[in-house]
């Protein structure tokens, strides 16, 4: 199993990876404004997921 730090690197290198293929945009409007935040709603109900799930395996609940 990989520690801690591993894993926060390999995905600081994934996002760093992912974020060069991001090309700017010239405009931004109100459906990218709303593209936003569902997209930042839907990564914080995904990040608490993850984090009770890792919380229950380490309790030894599941």
Do not use: K
Request: net charge negative; hydrophobic share 55%.
């Amino acid at each position: 199993m990989a520690s801690y730090s591993q894993l926060c690197g390999v995905f600081a290198m994934l996002w760093l990876l992912l974020g060069t293929f991001i090309l700017p945009v010239e405009a931004f409007d109100g459906g990218d404004a709303a593209a936003i935040l569902l997209g930042m709603a839907v990564t914080v109900v995904g990040f608490c997921a993850c984090l009770g799930w890792y919380a229950r395996r380490t309790n030894g609940q599941l």
